[in-house]
């Protein structure tokens, strides 16, 4: 079997070159090879590899630049995405591709369910959302996988921001009312290559999946759980986990609107692939241990 993926150097790409690697022989393009704002390059990447599956990990994921980069996350989030489609569907490959929370408005009071409407608060959700309607009117036999909070020791995200921050700053301030569930690449990426293995050929199993960790919290307990497990690691902060303060995010204005329910709900998934997924905090530990490089203060 021959697998195609894209944005390889990303946090979930990295993890799936390792996921994917019993499966087949897997072709790993990151942007230097595959750029998805060039869609004559992706196009010929895309027809060279006569891959068997596509998978796309890469994206436009600067949430607050793309309020003003408009047209190159469009490009990249929706437009290429759709070009994938239809080289999939042309060519009856799979193709998996990875959505957000960010498609919804957080308005909901409980988690969201994969046939709750769409109503994006911001343009990088727009685009995202856009790119998932562009790969269900091609009819390209595929998963998409939606998630939320995604962290890896590799990469800029929550987790590796508030470290850094902590080592010189004694105290943080860090939003309260905003929850969701912290969703590790490396459990991303196993999910990925399990449902994978699974399809062998039932399409029934196809479609739309919400999948994230297990349970939810709000940034601010993160935060504070973070620290803790850090500094029982031997990390060297200043902040301690009682000097991170809650704050509302109207006292964090961003140029992209957040949203305060971030909460998917993952009972299709677990029912359709016989899983059972670990809580938000069981990769913490691991991430930590993988950041960490011993003396130098992580």
Not at 11 to 32: K, S
Not at 108 to 125: F, I, M
Not at 156 to 162: D, S, V, Y
Not at 245 to 258: D, F, G, Q, S, V
Request: glycine share 6%; aromatic share 8%; net charge neutral.
């Amino acid at each position: 079997m021959k697998i195609l993926l894209l944005g390889a150097n990303g946090q979930v790409g990295w993890e799936l070159q390792r996921a994917l690697a019993p499966l087949g022989d897997v072709t790993a393009c990151d942007r230097t090879t595959a750029d998805l704002a060039n869609l004559d390059q992706l196009r010929s990447v895309v027809g060279d590899a006569k891959a068997d599956i596509i998978v796309n990990a890469a994206a436009y994921t600067a949430v607050d630049k793309a309020e003003s980069e408009p047209d190159l996350a469009t490009l990249i989030n929706a437009t290429a995405v759709g070009l994938l489609a239809e080289e999939a569907a042309r060519s009856g490959a799979l193709l998996v591709h990875y959505s957000t929370d960010y498609v919804f408005d957080g308005k909901k009071s409980t988690a969201y369910v994969e046939t709750d409407a769409a109503n994006p608060l911001s343009h990088y959700g727009l685009t995202k959302y856009q790119g998932e309607a562009a790969i269900r009117a091609t009819g390209a036999r595929h998963f998409i996988f939606r998630t939320s909070w995604v962290y890896a020791p590799r990469g800029k995200n929550f987790p590796t921001t508030m470290l850094n921050l902590a080592r010189t700053r004694p105290e943080l301030k860090v939003v309260s009312d905003q929850v969701g569930a912290p969703t590790s690449a490396e459990l991303i990426a196993d999910v990925t290559a399990l449902a994978i293995r699974r399809l062998a050929g039932k399409d029934d199993l196809l479609g739309t999946y919400h999948l994230t960790a297990a349970g939810a919290t709000s940034w601010h307990a993160y935060a504070q759980l973070l620290f803790r497990l850090a500094a029982a690691k031997g990390y060297a902060l200043k902040a301690a986990p009682d000097n991170v303060l809650p704050i509302p995010t109207e006292a964090y204005p961003t140029p992209a609107k957040r949203i305060a329910n971030s909460r998917l709900a993952t009972d299709k998934l677990r029912a359709a692939f016989g899983l059972t997924l670990p809580a938000w905090d069981a990769h913490l530990g691991r991430f930590l241990e993988e950041l960490h490089q011993p003396g130098t203060n992580a």
